[in-house]
């Protein structure tokens, strides 16, 4: 299977900071690769698919980018409603998952 | 509104079996295919099962093959899992996730339902 990881598993940071996660697949994926977001005690959100594609109503401070083993979700500037998990997403074989990124308050 | 609301998840002795449901609102469930995606307590996401709008195309994880069985009834706008043989492992919160890819499985899960606790323990 496709293993994903992604880092950091958890990051500190302040509202109207730049962030960004990065997810790498143990083998080439292409462009197949979506990012959710969880928040707690609530269903995962797509955010962004086919790497690179921003999924409808989802503000436009998040954007995606890679394709081939790396990628990255970008926040242009931290809300306080982005303080939650996200996950990576490989949809090219066998589908499966990061194991999360989780992004708290600093 | 589109909607998947998940039910039929319990507490259930290990062995045993259970049958989970999704009912579908808000779109046309028959153009779409769905999955099934599960959640361990304190976990990440995984993939479990997933199945094509008309049936022909079904895919499951290796950790639940040949003990789950997803199905779909388009007229009643429903998605089915059957679960039989359950382990400790299989406990877990499943969710309910449209495809976005159309009829066939493109496995990007644009709408999830709120999910069902499956425990299953002595």
């Known amino acids: 299977d496709i293993q994903m990881t992604q880092s950091p598993s958890s990051l500190s940071a302040s509202v109207g900071d730049r962030v960004t996660i990065t997810c790498r697949a143990s083998q080439s994926i292409s462009s197949y690769l979506n990012w959710y977001q969880q928040k707690p005690g609530k269903a995962p959100k797509l955010l962004i698919y086919?790497?690179?594609s921003l999924q409808s109503g989802v503000p436009s401070r998040f954007s995606g980018s890679g394709s081939g083993t790396d990628f990255t979700l970008t926040i242009s500037s931290l809300q306080p409603e982005d303080f939650a998990t996200y996950y990576c997403?490989?949809?090219?074989?066998?589908?499966?998952f990061g194991q999360g990124t989780r992004l708290e308050i600093k | 509104e589109v909607q998947l609301v998940e039910s039929g998840g319990g507490l259930v002795q290990p062995g045993r079996s259970l049958r989970l449901s999704c009912a579908a609102s808000?779109?046309?469930?028959?153009?779409?295919?769905m999955h099934w995606v599960r959640q361990a307590p304190g976990k990440g996401l995984e993939w479990v099962s997933g199945?094509?709008?008309?049936?022909?195309?079904?895919g499951y994880a290796d950790s639940v093959k040949g003990r789950f069985t997803i199905s779909r009834d388009n007229a009643k706008n429903s998605l089915y899992l059957q679960m039989n043989s359950l382990r400790a492992e299989d406990t877990a919160l499943y969710y309910c996730?449209?495809?976005?890819?159309?009829?066939?499985?493109?496995?990007?899960?644009?709408?999830w339902g709120q999910g069902t606790m499956v425990t299953v323990s002595s």
């Open positions: 086919a790497a690179s």
């Open positions: 996730a449209k495809d976005m890819g159309g009829g066939q499985l493109l496995f990007t899960f644009d709408i």
């Open positions: 808000g779109f046309t469930f028959d153009d779409y295919a």
């Open positions: 997403q490989q949809s090219y074989s066998r589908i499966t």
């Open positions: 199945i094509s709008w008309n049936s022909g195309s079904i």
